[in-house]
């Protein structure tokens, strides 16, 4: 409505310029930089003479303009310090409302760099209800991250003050997807010295870093176009294995999700086998894999294997069923 009223006086202002240049072209037979010079002084009230002594007639369009464009003018130019000190209260409000929020998140994760890569990650993240802050200093970045509000910092994720802004000392963990591997590195030095035990997911643009990577302390490196090229030959080898794979893990079909949960050390399944837990009768799900607490992967387990307190199943199933279990373990 602002920017409305705003267009609206400039044309206004803009007619009564044109007006009085036209008019004293026409009655005073001024060239027309000369009649625009005069409209000007006129709405400025700068107090210049006249370039010639003006006709009776003359001097009716100077009332006239006088009358009209000095209150155009004066409404214009309130007009534009109201929208250039509200909206630099309404950036610097909405700001230190976003850092109150990222300050009070726990269990969150840092997501450093907002390109392909990391604007993908955070679809995924909120489509699962995952706490997450986004990292990004490109200006031209930024613009779509306001579209897409969510929380971000529009600063450096190589800077100490910056991640510890983002919250990494409560952090679940720290995914730095930047396209510069140099940066990528600088990052996992800058988080691992803030918290050594921070769990850190980082993107590899060249698989010859990979190595680099994980000197310098990333948990997990994912190399994206290594992982695309893969999966595009494994569609030509194997494509009924891929399509169960997107059923099962990027799919909606068929409702089908898989899942990783932890049974804690009050469950009721704890000390329990396969059979006994009950999981396959009661809930439909399959027992893809169990990730014993001292790292150990079982791939399909046999019935009678033993589940433990801090174990992690893998299961496929029905979205639905899934809370409930997640519940129980």
């Not at 009655?27 to 003479?49: K, N």
């Not at 579209?147 to 994720?157: A, H």
Request: net charge positive.
């Amino acid at each position: 409505m602002e920017y409305k009223k705003l267009r609206t006086s400039l044309m206004m202002l803009i007619s009564v310029l044109l007006f009085g240049t036209i008019s004293y072209h026409q009655i005073e037979s001024m060239p027309f930089f000369e009649a625009f010079y005069m409209t000007m002084i006129t709405v400025s009230t700068v107090g210049f003479s006249e370039i010639k002594p003006l006709s009776p007639h003359g001097r009716i369009v100077t009332m006239i303009i006088i009358s009209t464009g000095i209150t155009l003018g004066a409404y214009t130019i309130g007009m534009i310090l109201q929208l250039v000190v509200e909206g630099e209260f309404k950036k610097s409000f909405w700001r230190r409302k976003m850092e109150k929020k990222i300050s009070r998140l726990k269990e969150h994760f840092i997501i450093c760099g907002f390109g392909r890569i990391g604007e993908l990650i955070c679809r995924e993240l909120r489509a699962n209800g995952v706490k997450f802050v986004v990292i990004e200093k490109d200006p031209r970045v930024i613009e779509g991250l306001e579209n897409e509000d969510f929380l971000y910092l529009p600063m450096d994720s190589t800077s100490e003050e910056t991640l510890v802004k983002a919250g990494i000392m409560h952090a679940r963990g720290i995914v730095t997807a930047v396209t510069n591997d140099a940066d990528n590195v600088f990052i996992i030095l800058t988080a691992k010295g803030l918290r050594p035990d921070i769990f850190v997911l980082s993107r590899s643009s060249d698989i010859k870093n990979e190595a680099k990577l994980f000197r310098a302390g990333a948990n997990r490196v994912v190399s994206p176009y290594l992982i695309g090229g893969k999966r595009m030959a494994q569609m030509l080898i194997k494509p009924t294995v891929i399509d169960f794979i997107d059923i099962a893990m990027m799919n909606n079909r068929l409702d089908l999700v898989m899942e990783e949960a932890k049974i804690g050390p009050d469950s009721s399944l704890a000390g329990k086998n396969l059979i006994e837990s009950n999981l396959r009768q009661d809930y439909g799900a399959i027992i893809v894999a169990i990730k014993k607490k001292a790292g150990e992967m079982i791939f399909n387990p046999v019935p009678h294997e033993k589940l433990e307190s801090e174990d992690i199943i893998v299961v496929l199933g029905k979205r639905e069923i899934m809370d409930k279990m997640s519940q129980v373990l």
